[in-house]
């Protein structure tokens, strides 16, 4: 059972002290009360409470005075004050300064109750995010990356070195190699992970609107800006900004780019105000930025301020030992999902996978393992339920070769014998039942009539 949430309610009458607790513990709070500020310091050091509720005025320690102890114990401290009209303007001031809000004596109760659920939502959201951030941190941690192969071991380990620091780092590689997962890899095993992780595809924003997109724009700065918006500068602070396809970008933003990274300042669009950035940026490529850099393309400087660490994702012809570890991975996740029986790949199903090329990498692994999950009639994935490309391509490559060397048929023709053959014995070992040798071979009775038919088997 999950222990009620504590409240601290501080105030020298004891009277308004009573009257909250009551309201307070009627909502289900735990609440302890307090005379002064000094006695409301080592309450909330001892207690840490959900929400504070605290006079201004008062002896020993006034309420601003416990306010500024309390927010050094905790900066994310949620105190209330209550306060008379004459100082609300002290009130206002105090909330700049880190109070959550401010009542006004006499106050309504409902008024209470509602400012106190406000500071309760706000600690089920941030309770929530950090339950994310700890479920992705775990996730995106580097002993989790399904691999077999020692060049991505290396890498994973490279990664782990890299993330500790603050460095700009830049990943190249083929598309669908992973170069997102590395960055978001990077993020969540450094020192920022509890801070955002934000991602900018370059090359999916129009070019007049990529500025706006870095560092936001004030209203009015052009037609369609009916307000101020945050760019995504601003929305990653305190913690990591992904621009994938970064070669995309023009001239005139790769220079407000350098800025930002050298000096750690930009101003939005159509604004004035300078805003300082404490962001980490990892960039993604396709393409060759050091040819870019030679044929003018893109800025020497920029690629050197970015190219402080460099990545390369390995494609996923160069770790073959990966391919049937995450065809197998993607088999579990996609049948769970689309709730279907498949478990396992018939072995030639699986070695069609792994004599394919994979030009589109893990992305077009992914994308088979989900078609031939769609695509199984039963328990498990056979060759007809692979994309044609990968099926054509291992029957081009493949020739099974004879004893004597001399080529003897195609896959497709081998793959359509050992059915035959399969259906044929399970058909003698059910006694010629048709369903139960559908349930044998993992198959619907419908896929087992076509294949009769198919391979002539009365």
Known sequence: MTAPLQALVVDDEEGIREMLSAVLTKQGLEVTTAADGAAAVEAFRTLRPAVVLMDIRMPVMTGLQALSEILKIDRGASVILMTAYAAVETAVQAIKDGAFDYIIKPFDIAEVLLLVERVLQL??????????????SANYRCDRI????????????????????NASVLVSGESGTGKELVAAAIHYNSPRAGGPFIRVNCAAVPEGLLESEFFGHEKGAFTGAAARRRGRFELAEHGTLFLDEIGDICPSLQVKLLRVLQEREYERVG?????????????????NLEDMVQQGTFRQDLYFRLNVVALTTIPLRERPEDVRLLAEHFLQRFAAENHVEATNFHDRAMDCLLRYGWPGNVRELCNAVERAVVMSSGRVIFPEDLPEQVLRQAMEVTEVISPLGAPQHSLREMINQYEARAITESLARNGGSRMRAAQELGISRRSLLYKLQEYGIG
């Open 271 to 287: 604004g004035s105000e300078t805003l300082r950035s404490d962001v980490r940026v990892v960039v993604a490529t396709n393409k």
């Open 146 to 165: 399904l691999t077999n192969s020692p060049k991505m071991m290396e890498l994973c380990q490279t990664i782990s070195k890299v993330a500790k620091s």
């Open 123 to 136: 600690r089920r959201m941030q309770d929530d995010i950090a339950t994310l951030h700890r479920e992705l």
